[in-house]
């Protein structure tokens, strides 16, 4: 059963630590993305990547940083430089990066401060 | 520069009723659209694109959408609302030049009344 898969459902971060939001593809998509999601904001992108070992950063990078070792994995890290990073995550990928490819999403990661 | 507004943060209509989202869009070159749903907590799902084939578009679950290049607008609609309809929907709109990445509005959250 083909799909995106994001791990955990939940994760809480501690002042001044970095935390690591999960995303695997089996669907064997080029292309994949980090989105954050605020009440009211729409979906802004964070990062995305084309291709292995390759990524460019998105609208809001800052405090972000991903890798893209192996082509069904996206791991996003929070770091503690992102000051308010509350939010809903959402991963995605498409087949390839191209104009009229549909981003399929995974359920998300919710982030919460402690 | 691309850019979707979409009218109306919240609509709310009756069960059976006519559902309509607004979504008007900026593009400096043809663009390609499309309509996401959210249900709470969970990823987006793609409803309909439009990728210049045909000016209306059929998707899932009822819905359709028309291409106005002349009122730039692709606005959501179904017939006969369901309670099963409620949900955030969100217009997004393909980032110009070569790259696959997309702008989304801020999304409305439709409520269905029995």
């Not at chain 2, 309509?20 to 799902?45: A, D, E, K, T």
Request: hydrophobic residues 35%.
């Amino acid at each position: 059963d083909g799909g995106i898969t994001q791990s955990p459902k939940y994760l809480f971060r501690k002042e001044g630590q970095n935390v690591t939001l999960s995303c695997e593809q089996n669907l064997n998509h080029d292309a994949m993305y980090w989105y954050r999601q605020d009440p009211g904001q729409g979906l802004r992108l964070i990062y995305y990547s084309q291709i292995v070992n390759d990524f460019q950063k998105g609208d809001i990078a800052e405090g972000y940083s991903v890798s893209r070792e192996k082509k069904e994995s996206f791991p996003l890290t929070v770091t503690s430089a992102q000051k308010n990073p509350t939010a809903f995550y959402l991963c995605a990928s498409s087949a390839r990066r191209a104009l009229q490819e549909t981003q399929y999403f995974g359920p998300g990661t919710r982030l919460l401060v402690l | 520069a691309q850019s979707v507004t979409q009218l109306g943060s919240h609509v709310s209509v009756s069960e059976g009723a006519l559902v309509l989202l607004r979504c008007n869009y900026s593009s400096s070159v043809p663009p390609y659209l499309f309509w996401y749903v959210q249900y709470p907590n969970q990823g987006l799902q793609l409803l309909l694109k439009y990728t210049s084939a045909a000016t209306l578009v059929k998707g899932i679950n009822g819905f359709e959408a028309e291409f106005k290049k002349s009122e730039t607008s692709f606005h959501l609609t179904k017939p006969s609302a369901h309670m099963s309809d409620a949900a955030e929907y969100f217009c997004a709109v393909t980032r110009g030049g070569s790259q696959g990445n997309l702008i989304f509005g801020k999304g409305t959250k439709l409520s269905v009344k029995p």
